[in-house]
């Protein structure tokens, strides 16, 4: 491979695909919150572990949790939470999430849901003013 076929390679085409995979990324996560928004249905998860990664601007607060659909069937996610819901949750504890009826494998925390509701309420109202 010459030279320029490997700058062009590593330094246009890399860069512009791992752009358009997290904009993909985020894209995707805002249609699945949408979905749980509009066809939501709560259930008890349980943590499994939580743990923190390290980012440059400090932590990221992440907690492995499972939960039930109507179906009995099991899932498993590891999500993003807010600070205060890492703090206050333990391993073992139950706490409530929010999944897609049409695609249960979809989830997030109720805390998550319930912030995003008041905001749009919020949002509603001073275009109501």
Not at 36 to 58: F, M, P
Not at 101 to 129: G, L, W, Y
């Amino acid at each position: 491979m010459s030279g320029e076929v490997l700058f062009v390679l590593l330094f246009c085409i890399l860069p512009l695909a791992i752009v358009g995979l997290m904009i993909f990324g985020f894209i995707q996560r805002m249609y699945h919150f949408q979905e749980i928004l509009a066809n939501g249905v709560e259930t008890d998860a349980v943590v499994v572990r939580k743990y923190r990664s390290a980012v440059r601007e400090g932590f990221r607060y992440r907690l492995v949790y499972e939960y039930r659909d109507a179906t009995g069937k099991t899932y498993r996610k590891d999500e993003g939470v807010f600070p205060s819901e890492y703090d206050r949750l333990q391993e073992g504890d139950t706490f409530r999430v929010v999944y897609s009826a049409k695609r249960p494998h979809i989830s997030t925390t109720k805390e998550a849901v319930d912030q995003s509701r008041a905001a749009q309420a919020r949002d509603a109202e001073k275009r109501r003013e």
